[in-house]
């Protein structure tokens, strides 16, 4: 597979030097992308340089996935307005396990392939370099003028509301740099990627292969991600969404990628699966003729959830989703964990009510209005009883009936319905 023109036809290419398609045709090649470690999981922001080193490693090459453990103690300048803050070792290392764990579910690491990828940071390399050896050896090499050409450097120091940029961060791009050098000497490592806002450090690397290691090196970006109504992809009012299924449920991630817009969905489904071009033109067809249906977010949000989180968490994620509009019942919502049972309810109106309310049987009239005010009063309480159009737990029941220990979910949670619309969560405490 011609790497250059797979990532092409799926939009993620941004720039590349000149010669790096035929490089890359010669024979199998290595090259890296660099991670931030400074969380133990990645989120949906990093998944185009993975998918870049897997789309890499199923062109017959080799991938190498760098964790910047010495990068990430300094800052990046390309676009930040902050410094990061340092990581200890102990944390350091525990953020790459973590991280190799989920890049596992992408990269093949462990067969005995000549393409198969590893794992390297660049703190094992650098914090044994004295700043005496690292002038000497790497500083005299590149002027103050290269450096301060770099477009990430000029809009840190031209920014109007910027408190300037730190000798540390200036220095960031001889690091990063240094490790392209790194990887050349040691791996015989020719290409670095990463985003578009990465070209300027990329190419120092390039750089320093020349001066110093006497080769040539090669660089290649894809597009920053970005969403059709303005608005940051990869991040909701609550944050990131990550991959760690402990910072944001399968369902939620699920439900991100099920909820994008026809323009970007009809984008990511290159980016984001291994579906073929043939199948994905196919998909666009198909969803143009009946766009209500969201045929196209349906399988984008299948296939990207089963990579990340497996097929098995897919599943409880449509059955999830189906819940609250379909034909559920208390037993299907046993079956959820508490934190998939609370990303489902998110937003719905809830109200606490003691143990003991419940341990003595909580009767109706009390659990929609005087004990938690769901209904404005016990008079419009009694009314949609009446009407038979209150559910506990999706079972329709009267003003006799009794809330009890045998109704809780999760030994907490109860819900109730008035009619198709409204949704309340009692939660005991």
């Not at 390039?206 to 080769?215: K, P, S, V, Y």
């Not at 009946?290 to 449509?318: W, Y």
């Not at 019942?329 to 719905?348: H, K, P």
């Not at 109730?416 to 409204?422: A, D, L, P, V």
Request: proline share 2%; charged share 25%; aromatic share 10%.
């Amino acid at each position: 597979m011609n790497f250059v023109e797979e990532i092409t036809w799926r939009g993620m290419l941004h720039d590349v030097m000149p010669g790096t398609e035929e490089h890359l045709l010669e024979e199998m090649r290595a090259a890296y992308v660099g991670i931030d470690p400074t969380a133990d999981s990645l989120h949906i922001g990093h998944l185009v340089g993975v998918m870049m080193l897997k789309h890499f490693q199923l062109s017959g090459h080799k991938p190498f996935a760098l964790i910047g453990g010495a990068t990430g103690m300094i800052g990046d300048p390309s676009g930040k307005s902050a410094e990061r803050n340092l990581l200890d070792e102990p944390t350091l290392r525990h953020n790459q396990n973590a991280i190799k764990e989920q890049l596992s579910r992408f990269l093949d690491f462990d067969s005995d392939s000549d393409n198969a990828a590893i794992l390297v940071n660049n703190y094992d390399w650098m914090k044994d370099f004295s700043f005496l050896d690292f002038i000497r050896d790497v500083g005299k090499h590149i002027t103050v003028n290269y450096m301060m050409s770099k477009d990430s450097v000029k809009k840190r120091l031209s920014s109007e509301s910027s408190v300037g940029m730190s000798f540390t961060e200036f220095t960031y791009q001889l690091v990063q740099g240094y490790d392209f050098l790194h990887l050349f000497r040691e791996h015989d490592c020719t290409l670095q990627m990463g985003g578009s806002d990465q070209w300027g450090n990329i190419t120092t690397g390039t750089e320093m292969i020349r001066r110093i290691g006497d080769g040539k090196g090669f660089a290649l970006t894809c597009p920053l991600i970005t969403k059709a109504d303005g608005t940051k992809f990869g991040k909701t009012e609550g944050g990131n969404i990550w991959l760690d299924a402990n910072r944001t449920s399968p369902y939620k991630f699920y439900q991100y990628w099920l909820n994008t817009s026809d323009e970007d969905a009809e984008k990511y489904i290159k980016i984001f699966t291994f579906l073929n071009k043939e199948t994905i033109e196919e998909l666009v067809a198909t969803h143009t003729k009946e766009p209500h249906l969201r045929s196209l977010q349906k399988r984008l949000a299948e296939e990207v959830t089963i990579s990340v989180h497996g097929k098995e968490d897919f599943k409880n994620a449509v059955k999830a989703s189906n819940m609250l509009f379909g034909k559920s019942t208390a037993s299907d919502f046993r079956s959820l964990n508490e934190a998939t049972f609370l990303d489902i309810f998110e937003g719905v109106p809830q109200a606490e009510i003691e143990r003991a309310d419940v341990d003595a049987g909580l009767d109706m009239i009390a659990a929609l209005a005087a004990k938690t005010g769901f209904l404005n009063s016990n008079g419009e309480a009694r009314r949609a009883l009446k009407e038979n159009s209150i559910s506990v737990n999706k079972e329709k029941v009267g003003e006799d009936y009794l809330i009890s220990e045998s109704d809780l979910i999760n030994n907490k949670y109860v819900i109730i319905n008035k009619g198709k619309r409204n949704t309340y969560i009692l939660r005991v405490v």
